[in-house]
Nanobody, 120 residues
Framework: QVQLVESGGGLVQAGGSLRLSCAASGSIGSINAMGWYRQAPGKQRNLVATITDGGSTNYADSVKGRFTISRDNAKNTMYLQMNSLKPEDTAVYYC??????????????WGQGTQVTVSS
């Protein structure tokens, strides 16, 4: 089994910063793409940013220039540095990973989510 555990969410004022972490553990052979998604109340879950195992990144237009995704492959951990936060960034943030397990099979996993609240 594989687990993804997010941390770093919380309450911050507009203009502030937060750093989210996502640690993967379990029977991991390798991790391919990883990403962050978010879901605001009453809305669908949307892509925030993704990063490949080679470090290529992709961002939603709404966070470009403010958020930075990164990963430490040795630690099986991914990060999301969020700067210049806006009230519209308020959501539950979910970590996602495409994992090749030791068995050789590929699976997609989600974390349990971490709440980010930005006050105006």
């Amino acid at each position: 089994q594989v687990q993804l555990v997010e941390s770093g969410g919380g309450l911050v004022q507009a203009g502030g910063s937060l750093r989210l972490s996502c640690a993967a553990s379990g029977s991991i052979g390798s991790i391919n793409a990883m990403g962050w998604y978010r879901q605001a109340p009453g809305k669908q879950r949307n892509l925030v940013a993704t990063i490949t195992d080679g470090g290529s990144t992709n961002y939603a237009d709404s966070v470009k220039g403010r958020f930075t995704i990164s990963r430490d492959n040795a630690k099986n951990t991914m990060y999301l540095q969020m700067n210049s936060l806006k009230p519209e960034d308020t959501a539950v943030y979910y970590c996602y990973a495409e994992v090749r397990r030791i068995s050789g099979y590929d699976y997609a996993y989600w974390g349990q989510g971490t709440q980010v609240t930005v006050s105006s």
